[in-house]
Nanobody
Framework: VQLVESGGDLVQPGGSLRLSCVAS????????MGWYRQAPGQERDLVAT???????NYADSVKGRFTVSRDGAKNTVYLQMNSLNVEDTAVYYC?????????WGQGTQVTVSS
């Protein structure tokens, strides 16, 4: 499974970004897709997931600000991020849980700074 993320950028506090993750296979074959992030010196933490049934799950720190969604026709999962703050600065990784294992993208940098 190949995963390619895009959409990371430098944005001011209060701004918005949309991350995309394109998978090499039909995303409805996956048990779950999602996003994790890792800030410098920190562990990689869950941000949001969406399972095969469309059920979503969010970290408390992003609830109400971030939305995970998917487009099966494009084999893509998205992360819409609104009301960004400096604590959201991190490398964001796409993640897939599949019968054959767990797969990661290469990451995309999100920097929130004035």
């Amino acid at each position: 499974v190949q995963l390619v993320e895009s959409g990371g950028d430098l944005v001011q506090p209060g701004g918005s970004l949309r991350l995309s993750c394109v998978a090499s296979e039909n995303i409805f074959n996956f048990n779950r897709m999602g996003w994790y992030r890792q800030a410098p010196g920190q562990e990689r933490d869950l941000v949001a997931t969406i399972n095969v049934g469309g059920v979503t799950n969010y970290a408390d720190s992003v609830k109400g600000r971030f939305t995970v969604s998917r487009d099966g026709a494009k084999n893509t999962v998205y992360l819409q991020m609104n009301s960004l703050n400096v604590e959201d600065t991190a490398v964001y990784y796409c993640n897939v849980l599949y019968y054959s294992g767990v797969y990661w993208g290469q990451g995309t940098q999100v920097t929130v700074s004035s």
